[in-house]
Nanobody, 130 residues
C-alpha cells in the first residue's frame, strides 16, 4: 500500500521560498513506473494541479501558474519528492497535496490531472502573506 506524507508548509512573505517534502513508501516498481503529482486547493476553489514527476526518469511537468517558479525533484535513496517553491505569491496560498499514480505498461509522461492519481497524502498548508 502506497503511503504519502507531506511536510514543509508554513507562513511566508510574498517573494519568499518554501520547500515541501513528500515522504513516499510502499512503491513496488517491478516493470511499472510511478508518477508523483503535487496539487493544491485554496479555500472556495477547486483542486488544481501544480506539478508532477515520473519516478523512472525524472521527467517533470508544471502548470502555467507555477512554471519558472516551482521545481519538483526527488531523492530516490530517501524515497522523497520535493517541491521547491520560489517567488511565492499570495495566490499560491493553499493546502498542498502530493499524490501517486501507478503507471503500468509502456512509459507515459505524468499527467496534471488529479483523477489519474489514486493515493494521496493528508496535505500541508502554505500561506503567503502579501
Amino acid at each position: 500500500e502506497v503511503q504519502l506524507v507531506e511536510s514543509g508548509g508554513g507562513l511566508v512573505q510574498a517573494g519568499g521560498s518554501l520547500r515541501l517534502s513528500c515522504a513516499a513508501s510502499g512503491f513496488t516498481f517491478d516493470d511499472d513506473d510511478y508518477a508523483i503529482g503535487w496539487f493544491r486547493q485554496a479555500p472556495g476553489k477547486e483542486r488544481e494541479a501544480v506539478s508532477c514527476i515520473n519516478y523512472s526518469d525524472n521527467t517533470t511537468s508544471y502548470s502555467g501558474a507555477v512554471k519558472g517558479r516551482f521545481t519538483v525533484f526527488k531523492d530516490n535513496a530517501k524515497n522523497m519528492v520535493y517541491l521547491q517553491m520560489n517567488h511565492l505569491e499570495a495566490e499560491d496560498t493553499a493546502v498542498y497535496y502530493c499524490a501517486s499514480e501507478l503507471i503500468r505498461g509502456p512509459f507515459r509522461l505524468c499527467l496534471l490531472r488529479d483523477v489519474q492519481y489514486d493515493s494521496w497524502g493528508q496535505g500541508t498548508q502554505v500561506t503567503v502573506s502579501s
